[in-house]
Structure formats: structure tokens, C-alpha cells
């Protein structure tokens, strides 16, 4: 059940103050909610690579973050705000997995690897009923396993990741690059009006 929520975009092309400012901006929408003080602990959900034993990270996608103390910075911001919480630094694709373990999906199997696919390929794995995210937090991050060795070059350093074949931005560029036009009336709003947004993302390819 969802009580409060609040969004920002990640903010592009600043150095990680910024980054942390967008994250400050969040912890102070949701301060404002009259259930703040009932809260009894923090939990982060961060894209990868994570490092969950050191409360660092350093995502794929966020290049102004590396080794970044997220952890310490959130906890610091929540104590400014009243509310010194415990607070716990997961994966995100380790959260998710979780969570259908827990409610969803993959609730009632004992093994299970539970994977995003958005932007970039995320994962988490369930081994004998129990959330195995490994020493850092990283493990059953499929995304970044190399299955083309000859592949495209990979922002992470490697080549032909499942990420960069698999993720959603890979599979609209790939559809772009076979030809594929992007309908009118296939954008966000459903809109059919001329001029219309046209949806060139996977969403759009299916
Ligand atoms: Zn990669």
C-alpha cells in the first residue's frame, strides 16, 4: 500500500551534488506527509552496480555517481528532518525481487531470478526461500553478463551485455535500425490527432 509518494527525474549532465540534491528534494516532499512520524525505517532502492556492504553506489546509468555514499547522505538528510531511521541500501533489482517473492509473482517458489527489463536489465535472486543478494549486493545483476562476445561495446567496460541487446532503449534502437516507424497514436496519451506523440520506445515496438 502506497501512503506518500514523490517522484524527480535523475538529474542529467551535473555533478553528483546535484544528483543528491534531486534525492534531498524527495526526502523533503515526503517529510511534509502527515505520516512521517510514524515512519520507522528507510529503505534505498538503487540502480546498479550497488555496494551495499560500504552504503555505496555506482549505476551504469548515473555517470556522476561513483562510489557514491548514498546511504550515509540519505540518513543524514532524513536526521535533518527529524527522522533518524535505520536505513537499509538494496539493489534495485534485489528490492524487486523481494517483493515478488514476497507478494508477487515468484511468491510460493523456493528458487527464482526476477528480472527488470527497462532501460538498462536488472535481476535478483531467491535461493532456497531466502532474498541472496550476495557480499555486495549485486548478485543475479544479469544485465551485465556478456552473452555476444563480439558485440557492441557496453557502457560498463564489456561487450554485447544482455543489457545492451536486451533492455528496452536496446530493443526500440534495434527496431529503429531495421526500418521500424514509430505510429502516430501509439505515444503515451493514445492519441490519434495528427501531430500526435509517437511512441519510439519498446512500448512502442510492441
Ligand atoms: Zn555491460
Redesign the pocket.
Known sequence: TMTATTRRPTPRAVDAEGVMAAVAEVVADLSASPLWASAVRCGIGSAGPVDTSRGTVSP?NIGAWRDFPVQERIAAELAARGAALPTVLAGDGVAMTAAEHWLGAARGYANALCMVVSTGVGGGLILNNRLHPGPTGNAGHI????VAFDGAP??????G????IASGTAIARWALDQGWTPQAGSGPDGSDAPGAARDATAAGVA
Request: proline share 0%; aromatic share 0%; with cysteine.
Open positions: 551504469v544485465g551485465h553478463i556478456s557496453c557502457v560498463c567496460g564489456s561487450r551485455c544482455v543489457e545492451s
